[in-house]
């Protein structure tokens, strides 16, 4: 399966759904996400625990039904233009 077709088929899956439609903090937290920082990471970023930063993960992977980080990774960079851009950097 190439890559176009992998993404079309995303799409076919989401009935429509699409980043635009997260909460602003899914967006956020999907953001960071696509960063590579960890949940605690990006609740320290985002002034919130891990937990809820789970809570968050979650739910924006069961709106945008996805199973894997992969796929949830496949279709946020496919657009990216809609995430947030990180308010500050964490330290490493």
Not at 15 to 29: C, F, Q
Not at 45 to 57: A, D, K, N, P, W
């Amino acid at each position: 399966m190439s890559d176009a077709s992998g993404e079309n088929a995303y799409r076919d899956r989401r009935r429509g759904i699409s980043v635009a439609s997260l909460s602003a903090r899914e967006r956020d937290v999907l953001g960071g996400i696509v960063r590579g920082l960890t949940n605690k990471e990006i609740g320290i970023e985002l002034g919130i625990s891990h937990r809820t930063v789970e809570i968050h993960r979650a739910r924006l992977m069961r709106k945008l039904d996805v199973k894997t980080l992969a796929a949830l990774l496949a279709i946020a960079l496919a657009e990216r233009d809609t995430l947030p851009k990180p308010a500050r950097n964490v330290p490493a």
